[in-house]
């Protein structure tokens, strides 16, 4: 099959450079067409590079209506899975779209004109018969291509980017070559990876370049079909590209399994190559779209909106490649040191008493808890900025106790503001309505849609009075409880009734002539009309997905502004960019040992977005969990970057107290050893804040060379040094992991894992009571002694972990006051890297550096544990004085005591053998 997709590939070119023209305007050029109407270049498309050209589906489709596109028909598939594979028989010829007419090449990029090649209407309104195009050399390693309207100004994303300063260096260290075709041929553009030729993008002689009003799309072979990303959505992390569509547009559902359209949009596509260098390609557009995988391997970009605009990011490595991203999408938010922390909430308290009581009894049982939350039952009436004054009347006191233990208070928000409250009755819409600052309908009034407290309208975040307004509403509520983090949900925008209580207009918006493959097949299926009219001029049809984003914006800005912290938001819709403002949990999932399963791959895929707040709802938002599933979920949720456990209303009580003396246990010893790695788990925050690099990690991350690697979705790691294991499945006493190349220690005991060296699976003992937790050899991790709120633990002693790989070990740590927002900016914080070596007299030592000394007032550092020791030290030195410490005789795990040396201080410490 490679052999003749080789020889297919041959006759393409050879096709390319000899395909006849018949006579037209200069730059109209078109293929010849046979009598059938299948143009020439049809029989050099092998099934695999097939692009569907009738993507709406087969209930129309017919030999006449695919001709009628100017596309190929061949019913005959040589492939054994026949049509129900997916495999397209109307597709895209190779000569088809639009040719560049004229370039103008330079150091800084590549700028040119197209004009269309193709004669006909297209299938779903008239094409744009002229576009520009521009190739931007953004820096060495990313490549920007944008088609655009030559004649008309279109909506684009309003997002100013990149957000963070690029510089680009000497073009000769360009990491990419690129390749265009010119008329006659059809235009397509090659971005290839230079020390390799390994193309990235690459749509020469694939597939259609479709620009219409409604319809847009641009197809391009990948890399491999080693990819990952384009969320949101419940899936395995590793992408199927057997034919398969995953859609994007703001949608309010349960976390369905498959390709469905989800709460956000992330249109970033991430891709191991052969060799193992990585790359990226992003598609800059919010409106409704597609994008479709082919075994070829190849990707089709299709949207109803805006413009294409694309970025290249060439890596080589994930974290370059996040790196890059977020340099173009900004940076991720540093949270608060407490939001580290155990959140508890449910949907169903019902009262504050309630809610004390559930505090009350983690306190009684020591079980860490740094944040309560509250649902909708803790509002009068579900009205935003208020509380029930009835079941809720002691909110204010109940805040006021938990701020004295030191611990947090967060509850929900939703956008809906009701409009059926007696005028003068409710500030928050009468403001609105006399700001005129709420959405509006296509006949200029506010748009009135239907959510929990009933009618509402909703605050229309790209209108800059909209912020001011939403800080009024958070302050003035800041004055009755004392809240510290804002939860923000239904803000897809989430709608009861379709489009609007007197529904939507008829429009090419509402009804688009095509409508990608997303749930109930209707744009305004759960939400507003696409007609609404947003500030700026822009509309619902466009904006619609970055509707929780922007409220995210405002939200983080009025918290920072009441508040002179460090903001906490968590938002259920999310956008590129939305990291740079908060985090993201992953929505209404299901007490089950799939959902369970699923997390992880949700996890791991937000962390690639740039979004590394990210939690599920340990033990499930709807049912009602077994004590087992439930133990299981509170230890792989311990170890979420966002650990809070969630339930829905009439659902049983599911917090660590409620199923039992056994999971309460397992619940306090998880969270204790969640609580003892926040200074690990900060200081790798502090590295996705300046970088982008993921907090928490798929095995490929760190080692994209080893493919057993790829399609691992059950493990993960904190920061690339600390494998995580859990048990994913019912009745389970153990669980196979996968320890790539190197050394490995088991966190508990300091056992190296056996023959991990080569990289190999393990079964690992597992009973209910045990997550299995490694560290990696080479690593050096910062803990501390834990405590039930992080208040407390940062006033322990800190202590450090070393796992040696063949004598050396490095590693970072970062601390602050943990709440100021400046700190970075006011230089208030400490950096200090670690550094091991042994030398060739089997003398260890471990060197601090401290890279910045701005806070001073972390406790002392008293312990250190060292891992990977061919055999117990005869002397440990402390700055060159004698220390007291043990060494297991079996494991050889050395542990130094009753020392004192500080982070924001150099120090040395010595083992001699």
């Not at 597709?91 to 197209?114: D, K, R, W």
Request: aromatic share 12%.
């Amino acid at each position: 099959a490679i052999l003749i997709q080789n020889i297919m590939k041959l006759l393409l070119g050879l096709f390319l450079a000899t395909v006849g023209v018949v006579a037209g305007l200069p730059g109209q050029e078109h293929v010849k067409l046979f009598g059938d109407g299948n143009p020439a270049s049809c029989p050099l498309v092998v099934e695999a590079d097939r692009v569907d050209c009738f993507p709406e589906g087969y209930q129309s489709l017919s030999e006449q209506t695919c001709n009628q596109r100017g596309c190929c028909w061949n019913s005959t598939l040589s492939s054994s899975g026949g049509l129900g594979d997916g495999t397209p028989i109307c597709f895209y010829p190779v000569q088809f779209g639009y040719t560049l007419e004229s370039v103008t090449p330079s150091n800084a990029g590549i700028v040119g004109s197209l004009s269309i090649l193709n004669e006909y209407t297209g299938p779903y309104g008239p094409n744009i018969n002229e576009l520009n195009f521009q190739a931007t050399f953004v820096s060495n390693h990313i490549v920007r291509l944008k088609i655009t309207d030559a004649h008309a100004p279109r909506y684009e994303v309003p997002i100013t980017v990149p957000q963070t300063t690029i510089a680009r260096g000497d073009p000769a260290d360009d990491a990419f070559v690129v390749e265009y075709h010119q008329a006659p041929q059809a235009f397509g553009f090659s971005v290839s990876r230079r020390s390799t030729q390994t193309a990235v993008f690459d749509s020469l002689g694939f597939g259609g370049l479709v620009y219409e009003d409604q319809f847009l799309q641009w197809s391009t072979r990948a890399p491999s079909t080693n990819g990952y990303g384009l969320g949101e959505h419940v899936a395995p992390l590793l992408l199927n590209f057997n034919w398969k569509t995953l859609s994007m547009f703001a949608r309010d559902q349960g976390t369905p399994t498959g390709y469905t359209n989800l709460y956000g949009t992330h249109p970033l596509l991430i891709f191991i190559e052969p060799d193992g260098n990585v790359s990226a390609i992003f598609f800059f557009n919010s409106n409704a779209m597609d994008i479709a995988l082919q075994p070829s391997p190849g990707v089709t970009f299709r949207t109803i909106g805006g413009v294409l605009d694309f970025f290249i990011f060439l890596g080589p490595t994930l974290d370059a490649v996040l790196e890059q991203y977020t340099a173009v999408v900004g940076r991720p938010h540093m949270p608060p040191y407490w939001a580290l922390g155990f959140h508890l909430c449910r949907w169903g308290y019902n009262s504050v008493n309630r809610t004390a009581q559930i505090v009350h009894a983690m306190r009684a049982a020591g079980i860490p808890q740094d944040t309560q939350w509250n649902d909708i039952d803790y509002m009068r009436d579900h009205l935003d900025f208020t509380y029930d004054p009835v079941a809720f009347a002691g909110l204010p006191a109940f805040v006021d106790d938990l701020h004295a233990h030191h611990q947090h208070y967060v509850m929900i928000v939703d956008p809906g503001i009701s409009n059926a409250q007696p005028r003068g009755s409710y500030a928050p819409f009468d403001q609105g309505l006399s700001e005129g600052i709420f959405i509006k309908n296509a006949s200029d009034q506010p748009l009135i849609g239907s959510v929990w407290p009933g009618t509402t309208a909703f605050p229309d975040f790209l209108n800059p009075a909209a912020h001011s307004y939403w800080r009024d509403q958070i302050a003035a509520f800041q004055t009755q409880v004392a809240f510290d983090g804002l939860w923000i949900d239904m803000n897809e925008i989430s709608n009861f009734v379709p489009g609007s209580t007197s529904g939507c207009p008829a429009s090419s918006l509402e009804s688009p002539p095509y409508v990608p493959h997303i749930a109930d097949a209707t744009l305004r299926a759960k939400t507003i009309c696409m007609t609404a009219k947003h500030a700026g001029g822009y509309r619902e049809y466009d904006v619609h997905s970055l509707y929780g984003y922007t409220e995210m914006i405002a939200t983080r800005a009025a918290l920072e502004s009441v508040r002179g912290k460090r903001s906490f938001v968590i938002s259920r819709s999310t956008f590129p960019n939305a990291g740079v403002h908060g985090g993201h949990w992953l929505g209404d999932n299901t007490s089950l040992w799939a959902d369970l399963i699923a997390s992880i791959a949700g996890i791991l895929n937000f962390n690639l977005f740039g979004i590394p707040m990210i939690g599920a709802d340990i033990c499930g938002f709807n049912g009602s969990p077994d004590a087992e599933l439930c133990a299981r979920w509170m230890q792989l949720g311990a170890f979420y970057p966002f650990s809070r456990n969630h339930n829905a209303i009439g659902k049983a009580d599911q917090d660590p107290t409620s199923l039992g003396q056994q999971v309460l246990e397992i619940s306090r010893e998880v969270l204790l050893l969640r609580y003892s790695l926040l200074p690990f788990l900060y200081s790798l925050f502090f590295q996705a804040h300046v970088t982008g690099a993921p907090v928490a990690r798929p095995l490929f991350a760190d080692f994209s060379t080893d493919s057993t690697t790829y399609g691992i979705d059950r493990q993960f790691t904190w920061g690339g040094a600390l494998l995580i294991t859990p048990v994913l499945t019912q009745r389970a006493t153990s669980v196979q992991g996968y320890f790539p190349r190197g050394q490995w220690y088991s966190f508990a005991t300091g056992a190296a894992v056996s023959g991990a060296a080569q990289g190999r699976w393990v079964l690992l003992p597992a009973p209910l009571n045990t997550i299995n937790i490694h560290l990696r050899g080479g690593s050096v991790i910062p803990t501390q002694t834990p405590a039930t709120t992080t208040f407390v633990a940062r006033q322990n002693n800190m202590g450090l972990v070393v796992a040696l790989q063949d004598g050396a070990a490095n590693g970072y740590h970062y601390t602050d006051d943990g709440d100021s927002i400046t700190a970075l900016d006011d230089g208030k914080y400490s950096f200090v890297w670690y550094n091991v070596t042994t030398g060739t007299d089997g003398v260890g030592t471990l060197k601090s550096t401290v890279l910045q000394a701005g806070y001073t007032e972390d406790p002392p550092i008293t312990v250190l544990r060292v891992l990977g020791l061919a055999a117990c030290p005869r002397r440990v030195a402390v700055e060159g004085q004698g220390s007291d410490f043990t060494c297991d005789p079996n494991t050889h795990m050395v542990t130094v005591s009753n020392f004192k040396v500080y982070v924001s201080s150099a120090f040395t410490i010595q083992w001699f053998a």
